[in-house]
């Protein structure tokens, strides 16, 4: 049974900085493109930023670039979102993502396996 657990949400004011992690079981996650998405009150899920199988090519919503780095630890079957320099417009529930192709992709149809999501709050 496959299952990805975000963790590391929370309220933090503008300006501030959290760490999401994204913890895999049930498959190894090396073999797997992964990804962070989000979803604002009254918003569709956009993505946010993903990363291949290995770690070497990354991706990014032009909102988020020089602000956000996602990486991985496949030998923790783990993946991580630093997001630094929080806007208010980041507010969002944050969902991590497992695409079992080897593309690097911004689409949500494309990934198989999804989290329950964490919630990221961020105050003006």
């Known amino acids: 049974q496959v299952q990805l657990v975000e963790s590391g949400g929370g309220l933090v004011q503008a300006g501030g900085s959290l760490r999401l992690s994204c913890a895999a079981s049930?498959?190894?996650?090396?073999?797997?493109?992964m990804g962070w998405f989000r979803q604002a009150p009254g918003k569709e899920r956009e993505f946010v930023a993903g990363?291949?199988?290995?770690?070497?090519?990354?991706h990014y919503l032009d909102s988020v670039k020089g602000r956000f780095t996602i990486s991985r630890d496949n030998a923790k079957n783990t993946v991580y979102l630093q997001m630094n320099s929080l806007e208010p417009e980041d507010t969002a529930v944050y969902y991590c993502?497992?695409?079992?192709?080897?593309?690097?992709?911004?689409?949500?149809?494309?990934?198989?396996?999804w989290g329950q999501g964490t919630q990221v709050t961020v105050s003006s």
């Open positions: 993502a497992a695409d079992g192709s080897s593309l690097l992709t911004a689409i949500a149809t494309r990934y198989d396996y």
């Open positions: 990363i291949s199988r290995s770690g070497s090519s990354t």
């Open positions: 049930g498959l190894t996650s090396s073999n797997y493109v």
